[in-house]
């Protein structure tokens, strides 16, 4: 006899993480391409962290990157959905408001350890990067939370 046991909704903050990773990846990649390897956006990050430089893309520097990447898009979606659902803010404001922290956070990573995404791509990426963000979470939020699909 089959068990029907309800179906267990899957946390809004996956939905809109998962939306949100694979959006800003795609963004770093094309940034990175543009600036001549793929990597490099990854790899400045971890490079920060494991206090290396960037320069030379290696491998693990980016896979590292990668998965450092998608863990802080994943974070970023839990506290935007924590705003919304919590905090009751509207949906473009919180998602303003983690786009920005995105921002300052690479910012005080670059000037604190002098390695990082700041130090490697110019403002005007940031700021597009910080921008694919933004519309990111707000798809995401219009997929994963039921209160606002008929918004």
């Known amino acids: 006899m089959p068990d029907h046991a309800p ?54 520097l980016v896979f590292a990157g990668i998965v450092l990447h998608i863990t802080l898009m994943f974070v970023l979606a839990f506290v935007c959905v924590w705003l919304v659902e919590r905090l009751e803010l509207s949906r473009v404001a919180a998602a ?30 940031r700021v597009v990067l910080a921008l694919v963000t933004v519309l990111a979470l707000i798809i995401g939020m219009r997929f994963a939370l039921p209160s606002l699909r008929n918004a």
């Not at 543009?34 to 290696?58: C, D, H």
């Not at 303003?96 to 990426?125: K, N």
Request: proline residues 5%; positive net charge; aromatic residues 4%.
């Open 7 to 60: 179906l267990r909704p899957i946390t809004p903050g996956i939905v809109v993480g998962g939306i949100t990773a694979a959006a800003t990846t795609g963004a770093l990649i094309a940034i990175g391409r543009r600036l001549g390897n793929a990597g490099i956006p990854f790899a400045a990050m971890s490079a920060a962290l494991f206090r290396r430089t960037a320069a030379g893309g290696e491998v693990g």
């Open 96 to 125: 303003g408001l983690v786009a920005l922290g995105e921002l300052a956070l690479s910012w005080v990573v670059a000037w604190s350890r002098g390695a990082g995404m700041a130090t490697i791509l110019p403002l005007g990426d």
